[in-house]
């Protein structure tokens, strides 16, 4: 068995279907890098999801199931992830997305022969139930001002050493951060010195259709207004040209979605 050890982190909340989460799963458990463990935390859940996932991880010993004993939110659920992992290397991993099987060899080996790098994520190929339906795109090199426009590197393909989430101690779990708990701590981490690097290949397919549309609220973009403007300050990229970038997610709130989704789709094709 490989030497390193991954500790993959998922959080689930009311997780929409059985045949999801199985596809999900196995595309974890059936990496062809092996060691590994993957912590799935329930938080808070009043469906069958984590019933489901038990039945489907319960011939792999690799899998470890917590709970949160209320709803707490994602910050909250990865950091209780991060509390009881083991592993040197951090990775990511969504209930509805699905990781290509040489997800993890690929980004291990990556950051083992390139050791100014200490987080790697990917393009992300874009999928809902009639199949892939677009390409996200992302700096290969990440710069500082790369995340004027959006998170750098795309929060459901990461893949760390573990001293990058040590350096900021993990996902601040504030209310102000909520829904780009993400956001904020990778900017965060690359202010503190954290290498970034994207993978031009998409290493992990991931699910972007209607039901994703509606956990998306109005009121959020205040959340990332304020994290842009307090990670932009942290990385020195705070200035009067910059202001623009800090309220441009309550413009694009006032924009119908089906202009902003005719765009994302254009630009994603």
Same mark, same amino acid.
């Given at each position: 068995?490989?030497?390193?050890?991954?500790?993959?982190?998922?959080?689930?909340?009311?997780?929409?279907? @059985?045949?999801?989460?199985?596809?999900?799963?196995?595309?974890?458990?059936?990496? $062809?890098?092996? =060691?590994?463990?993957?912590?799935?935390?329930?938080?808070?859940?009043?469906?069958?999801?984590?019933?489901?996932? @038990?039945?489907?991880?319960?011939?792999?010993?690799?899998? %470890?199931?917590?709970?949160?004993?209320?709803?707490?939110?994602?910050?909250?659920?990865? =950091?209780?992830? +991060?509390?009881?992992?083991?592993?040197?290397?951090?990775?990511?991993?969504?209930?509805?997305?699905?990781?290509?099987?040489?997800?993890?060899?690929?980004?291990?080996?990556? +950051?083992?022969?390139? /050791?100014?790098?200490?987080? $790697?994520?990917?393009?992300?190929?874009?999928?809902?139930?009639? !199949?892939?339906? !677009?390409?996200? /795109?992302?700096?290969?090199?990440?710069?500082?001002?790369?995340?004027?426009?959006?998170?750098?590197? *795309?929060? *459901?393909?990461?893949?760390?050493?573990?001293?990058?989430?040590?350096?900021?101690?993990?996902?601040?779990?504030?209310?102000?951060?909520?829904?780009?708990?993400?956001?904020?701590?990778?900017?965060?981490?690359?202010?503190?010195?954290?290498?970034?690097?994207?993978?031009?290949? *998409? +290493?992990?397919?991931?699910?972007?259709?209607?039901?994703?549309? /509606?956990?998306?609220?109005?009121?959020?973009?205040?959340?990332?207004?304020?994290?842009?403007?307090?990670?932009? %300050?942290?990385?020195?990229?705070?200035?009067?040209?910059?202001?623009?970038?800090?309220?441009? *997610? +309550?413009?694009?709130?006032?924009?119908?979605?089906?202009?902003?989704?005719?765009?994302?789709?254009?630009?994603?094709?």
């Amino acid at each position: 068995m490989e030497k390193d050890k991954i500790s993959v982190i998922m959080g689930m909340y009311n997780a929409r279907s @059985k045949e999801v989460i199985k596809k999900s799963l196995e595309s974890i458990l059936n990496q $062809t890098y092996k =060691n590994f463990e993957l912590i799935i935390c329930d938080d808070g859940s009043t469906n069958d999801c984590i019933k489901w996932a @038990k039945e489907i991880c319960k011939n792999d010993n690799r899998v %470890k199931f917590i709970e949160n004993e209320t709803n707490k939110g994602l910050a909250y659920t990865l =950091n209780h992830c +991060l509390e009881v992992s083991t592993g040197e290397y951090i990775a990511r991993m969504d209930d509805d997305d699905i990781s290509h099987l040489d997800r993890f060899e690929k980004q291990i080996n990556f +950051l083992k022969n390139n /050791k100014e790098y200490k987080l $790697t994520g990917s393009v992300m190929n874009l999928f809902d139930d009639n !199949g892939i339906w !677009g390409l996200r /795109k992302y700096k290969e090199y990440v710069k500082k001002e790369d995340f004027l426009y959006r998170v750098a590197v *795309p929060h *459901p393909t990461i893949f760390a050493k573990r001293e990058a989430y040590d350096i900021v101690n993990g996902y601040r779990d504030l209310k102000k951060t909520y829904r780009v708990e993400d956001y904020d701590c990778f900017m965060r981490m690359f202010a503190r010195g954290i290498k970034m690097y994207n993978f031009q290949e *998409p +290493l992990l397919d991931y699910r972007e259709d209607s039901f994703c549309a /509606k956990k998306k609220k109005y009121r959020y973009r205040f959340n990332e207004m304020w994290v842009r403007y307090h990670g932009f %300050k942290e990385l020195g990229i705070l200035n009067i040209k910059n202001y623009i970038y800090v309220l441009k *997610p +309550l413009v694009a709130g006032i924009l119908p979605q089906k202009v902003i989704k005719f765009f994302q789709r254009t630009k994603e094709k």
